[in-house]
């Protein structure tokens, strides 16, 4: 059985830094491009950030690149968004995804395998 379990979420203020983790088990997770998409109440879900099987390449959202990093660490089956300068429009559930389309690009949920439940990241202004 699948499982993707996000960690890291919680209440800041703007401008502070926050690192989700997701933790992966019951796939070969190097086998999987990872992605990070979020949801914020009443809209749909977009893509944030995409990283490759075995990291060489990344994809972010025009509305993050610069402030969020994403990275895997296939050792650990885990994969991380690093946000920086965090905004109040950037409060969302944030959701990691894993998938078998490749190459990585923006992806669509469509695109996605497996999901996990989410963390939520509120940021006050």
């Known amino acids: 059985q699948v499982q993707l379990v996000e960690s890291g979420g919680g209440l800041v203020q703007a401008g502070d830094s926050l690192r989700l983790s997701c933790a992966a088990s019951?796939?070969?997770?190097?086998?999987?491009?990872m992605a990070w998409f979020r949801q914020a109440p009443g809209k749909e879900r977009e893509f944030v950030a995409a990283?490759?099987?075995?990291?060489?390449?990344?994809y972010y959202a025009d509305s993050v690149k610069g402030r969020v990093t994403i990275s895997r660490d296939n050792a650990k089956n885990t994969v991380y968004l690093q946000m920086n300068s965090l905004k109040p429009e950037d409060t969302a559930d944030y959701y990691c995804?894993?998938?078998?389309?490749?190459?990585?690009?923006?992806?669509?949920?469509?695109?996605?395998?497996?999901w996990g439940k989410g963390t939520l990241v509120t940021v006050s202004s």
């Open positions: 990283i490759s099987r075995f990291a060489v390449t990344t």
């Open positions: 995804a894993a998938g078998l389309a490749t190459p990585i690009r923006r992806f669509s949920p469509g695109d996605m395998d497996y």
């Open positions: 019951g796939l070969t997770f190097g086998r999987y491009s």
